[in-house]
């Protein structure tokens, strides 16, 4: 988990991760200030130290003297070894409201130069796009950027944030496109997909997966990554009767290379109150891994690297140890037949597994035998405190929830039910269903059958049991794992530049490749 700290509020904003040399490179903007982009660097994409920053707001009287908003790192297609980072920028003589993208240039990743030459700014062209304050919403639309350059016909996009010129006010929002079709020299094209819907689409990404190009975009109306898919480059693009990558919190996703892997990284927005005041703090949660399922939709994965965070590996064959939280008369449990069957025919039970798990990460099957209801307790107390994962494996819907006593409260408020997160999977009937959670610090992730249903960050229990609980149903168990897993660390706030051993003929991929799994 990474956060920003400081006085007061101070947030991360968008992010952009690069895979280089054996080290992770985050990049990401500063709330609310947004007066420069920050770096840190991470052996394992996790845990993260903070180095040079990367770049600030120019001097009074340039076009991006006011706020430095999403940016996005790639490689120099024209000079072997040297990066570029496309950067929003906004001017305080617009008062913020004209959103331009320029271009800095590094050698290393750590020392960036703006390139001032008469090519940059690129702005917002009136041919395709809403391109001046008299239009719209008074304000221009032209940010976000991301850079792709098709392995296949060898066209480089420069995709942006950005509005269409017509149409109902808050459904313009479209992934707008100039194409650089010589060295620092850009062409507007219409947009690469508007669809007819939403105010914007933020921070769109484009790649090939599988032989197949995803558009991904974060969609403010509700808090979600989104995505659509064609054959084509250039479209058109369409999706899914689900088309949401990411459940509510999770937002402003960026792809990274990494290796033959293809990885998610976004921030989550929690939601706290402080002194009586509601506020959103934004976090960097642990990325995910891109995949297609059988039919071509776009999944996640759970991230490659929680294997090294494994200190303890146990096995539950048996039933010994297992506890009965609410002492439920009519609930039993045995084993046989190689499964833990755990049974309440009336009222509500929870079967807890042996010992405290502070960070877990847990993998069982389970099957429901009957029509009532099933889940799993998480960081649980004796009094049945802590995190309640229903999973209604009929509809496909599974929801996290914290609950437990409020201390000191009377009547309709001494409870505490938070409604957490809830993501939908797809339903395989009866089952067995393959479920895995993990549980790290305030990171919480549940995958249903291999894909990430639910991916959030919260920190009201810390520690407790686990286990599974039933509801006028049987569930059956079996292939259940618990892994402990090492602490987070705490992220260092600075330190000296931090560099892997890299070979001197190692050169950033120049390419986004077709990504085959």
Known sequence: ?????????????????????????????????????????????????????????????????????????????????????????????????????????????????????????????????ESSISEG??????????????????????????????????????????????PNKFMSMKPLHHP???????????????????????????????????????????????NVLLPRGNYAARICHDGNRLLLFNFFAKEEVISGQQIVRKLLPPPKELDTDETGRLRLRS???????VSE?????KSNGLEQLFRNPLATYEHFDNALHLKCPSGYEAFLLPGDYEHMRLHARIG??????????????????????????????????????????????????KQLQAGHFVNTGQGPWTIDVVVHGMYLEVSINGYVTLSLVDDTYHTGRCGFYAESATIRVEELFVDKLSPPKEAEEHG??????VSPDEEPPVGMPDIKI
């Open 496 to 501: 000296p530049l931090y560099t892997a051993a």
């Open 196 to 242: 007819g819907l939403y105010d914007d689409i933020e921070v769109p990404n484009l790649f090939r997966l599988n032989g197949r190009y995803f558009l991904l975009g974060s969609i403010r109306e509700d808090t979600k990554v989104h995505y659509w898919y064609s054959d084509n480059l250039y479209g058109p693009y369409e999706n899914f009767f689900d």
């Open 368 to 417: 429901l035998l009957g029509s009532g209801k099933c889940g799993m307790v998480l960081r649980v107390d004796s009094d049945g405190n802590g995190y309640y994962l229903s999973l209604d494996l009929i509809k496909g819907l599974a929801q996290i929830r914290a609950w437990g006593e409020n201390e000191g409260r009377e009547h309709n408020r001494a409870f505490d039910y």
């Open 1 to 129: 988990m990474y956060a920003s700290h400081g006085f007061l509020r101070s947030d991360i904003g968008d992010v952009d991760i690069v895979y280089h040399g054996g080290l992770y490179h985050l990049f990401h903007l500063i709330l609310p200030n947004h007066d420069f982009i920050a770096h840190a660097v991470s052996e394992d994409g996790m845990n993260w130290r903070r180095v040079t920053n990367a770049l600030f707001v120019s001097e009074p009287g340039n076009w991006d003297d006011d706020m430095l908003w999403t940016m996005h790192i790639s490689p120099d297609p024209y000079n072997k070894g040297h990066w570029r980072m496309f950067y929003t920028g906004l001017s305080r003589s617009e008062y913020g409201r004209v959103q331009r993208v320029g271009l800095a240039r590094s050698s290393d990743l750590y020392h960036w130069t703006r390139d001032e030459t008469a090519s940059y700014p690129i702005q917002a062209q009136a041919d395709h796009y």
């Open 313 to 317: 590996e146990h096995e539950v064959s």
């Open 137 to 182: 919403r008074h304000w221009v639309s032209f940010r976000d950027p991301f850079f792709y350059r098709d392995p296949d016909s060898g066209d480089h996009l420069l995709l942006t944030s950005a509005r269409i010129k017509h149409g109902p006010l808050i459904r313009r929002g479209c992934v707008g496109v100039v194409r650089e079709y010589e």
């Open 303 to 309: 991230y490659y690297r929680f294997d090294d965070f």
